[in-house]
């Protein structure tokens, strides 16, 4: 509740809203609007089956602002939370008697184009690589897919004595060249 009150109801989006009621915008806002925590990374959003349909029956819009955030997050965590967790918003936000969701998506999204990327702008079909790869189709769950396998293959390798070995060596190596 308290990251919603700091940073997305004061983020500029909401200006024309804080304009309109001026010094009854905190109540306007607390009148419509219930804070649900929840986990999107788990089906239901982490609720029970009886929690999700009572939430999904009175709820009219969903609003996401999850995402992790980190540059460089594991290749595990990007998934579970950007696309996992996105997928698990929508098929919650689906069972909802008129779906409404609001997607307040991270940054950096758009490949290796630079500038402002608008929601109509074309994408279909995009990846950063697309004009070295002439004839290849590019499938998001193909894409989500091989991610997945990856990210296994990762975690399979970090359990493998021998490469764990070679891992504290390096780390042991760079440690003393950096003389911490």
Known sequence: ETRFWNN??????????????GTAFEDFVRDKVAIVGGDIAED??????EE????????DV???????????????SGLRTNVVGTQNVIAFTKRMKRPCLVHISTCFVAGDRSGAVWEDDEVLGYFPR??????????????IADC??????AREEAKDAMRVAQFRELARKRLNEEMR
């Open 44 to 49: 239901n959003l982490g609720f029970s089956e």
């Open 52 to 59: 999700a349909a009572a939430i999904a029956k009175d709820i």
């Open 130 to 143: 697309k004009n070295e790869l002439k004839g290849v189709e590019f499938s998001v769950q193909k894409e």
């Open 8 to 21: 997305v109801i004061s983020a500029p989006p909401f200006d024309p809203v804080r304009e309109r009621y």
């Open 148 to 153: 997945a396998k990856m990210s296994e293959r």
């Open 62 to 76: 969903v609003i996401n602002s999850a995402g992790n955030v980190t540059f460089n997050p594991t290749l595990e």
